[in-house]
């Protein structure tokens, strides 16, 4: 049996409050979702389907093909019951494996106990039925296993991803406290961006944001940044299936001129978001200007939107300095932004009240472990300030 032509549970994972903008995606690709979780999705699809979605989504985290659920009290149990496995089924020969977990139970105060539990039936079997050691490691350069161990319900799964695919491979030079590549994607699709009309980015940082938005009118997808998937490192990969699916997203790729703006007022942060917008291959579909960003250019006629991520006051002292600058934000949208959506994603609510403007919609995400909300703002053309 080649877990490749064989249906069973897969599991999408992404981060909480992501879920809608993932589940869409996964609808657009053609699949049928069977269940909805807080953090991911439920299919039922084989893991060549899985290629196809680790190379196009851009929301989630890691695509899990079940191999196994069972009953296990305690750590012995998971062994016993994971070194009964067919692991020379699954993993190559000479073969590097690595194995990952989430796991709450009573009996458990280390997760990375669970790990060795699994990692020692793999070895154990292998070395049994080889008579030699496979390797393993901390790299997710190889074949995946994963664990998901919640009080007696244990699941183990092939990982077809390995390194989370939330980051979409080309960002190279992060800046500080940079939005990963994920949340800026389901951002915008919570956006009313329509990818045709101007995207306008202040404070711009790594360049994260703008990127996003130009690979969305361009139909890039993450897979065209990145070369090796946990799925590669099965039994049974047949290499022309993702062959056939990278031409396919090669293919898609189209030209378009999309008026997308990002603007910050360090050099060295432009710099950066240039050298990543070239990584991604569309650093000519943005305009990178160094200003306040208050003298942000935005195009009169464009109707679009416009998307900020200002600092959240993390520090004692910063939130009274940042005061003023959500007021300036709240400023800019009023007199600059007029026909325009505003967004402003934020994890400091106290600090929104300071841009003065009413939120149509407060839309929840997590920014890592920070509760934080986008909020969007109809801007009428008739706040636009004319200016003399």
């Known amino acids: 049996m080649s877990v490749f032509t064989t249906k069973a549970n897969v599991v999408i994972t992404c981060h909480k409050r992501i879920v809608p903008y993932l589940e869409q995606e996964v609808i657009n690709l053609g699949f049928e979702i069977e269940e909805r979780f807080v953090t991911g999705v439920k299919l039922f699809i084989t893991l060549n389907d899985c290629i196809k979605l680790n190379l196009n989504l851009r929301c989630a985290s890691q695509v899990l093909y079940s191999l196994h659920a069972f009953k296990a009290i305690d750590a012995n149990q998971i062994y016993n019951e994971l070194v009964q496995m067919p692991w020379e089924e699954i993993i190559p020969n000479p073969g590097y494996f690595s194995v990952t977990s989430n796991v709450s139970n009573e009996s458990i105060n280390n997760s990375m106990f669970a790990n060795l539990r699994v990692k020692d039936a793999i070895v154990d079997r292998l ?3 080889r008579e030699e050691r496979p390797k393993t490691g901390a790299a997710l350069t190889g074949t ?5 161990w919640k009080d007696e319900f244990a699941e183990v799964f092939i990982d077809t991803t390995g390194d989370s695919i939330a980051r979409h491979g080309y960002r190279k030079i992060p800046g500080l406290a940079p939005m990963l590549e994920g949340l800026a994607a389901a951002t ?8 045709k009309s101007p995207f306008i980015n202040p404070m711009c940082g790594s360049g994260t944001l703008a990127i996003e938005a130009a690979l969305m009118a361009t139909n890039r997808v993450p897979g065209l940044y990145r070369s090796n998937y946990a799925f590669m490192h099965v039994l049974g990969y ?5 062959e056939k699916e990278r031409a396919i997203i090669e293919t898609q790729v189209i030209a378009a001129k999309v008026p997308i703006i990002a603007s910050d007022i360090s050099s060295k942060a432009i710099e950066n978001a240039k050298l990543n917008a070239m990584a991604a291959g569309v650093e000519d579909m943005i305009s990178f200007a160094v200003c306040d960003f208050y003298d942000t250019v935005v195009p009169e006629a464009g109707a679009g939107v416009m998307m900020v991520n200002p600092e959240y006051g993390d520090r004692l002292g910063e939130e009274t300095e940042l005061e003023a600058t959500y007021g300036r934000i709240g400023d800019f949208m009023k007199q600059k932004c007029g026909g325009y959506w505003g967004y402003v994603f934020t994890g400091n609510l106290d600090l929104a009240k300071k841009i003065g403007l009413k939120a149509k919609r407060r ?13 969007e703002y109809e801007l009428y053309s008739g706040t636009r300030r004319i200016e003399k």
């Open 238 to 242: 047949d290499a022309s299936v993702y």
């Open 127 to 129: 070395r049994d039925i």
């Open 144 to 148: 995946v296993i994963h664990l998901h």
């Open 363 to 375: 839309i929840e995400f997590f920014n890592s472990t920070i509760d934080c909300r986008l909020l």
């Open 188 to 195: 915008i699709y919570a956006s009313r961006w329509d990818k």
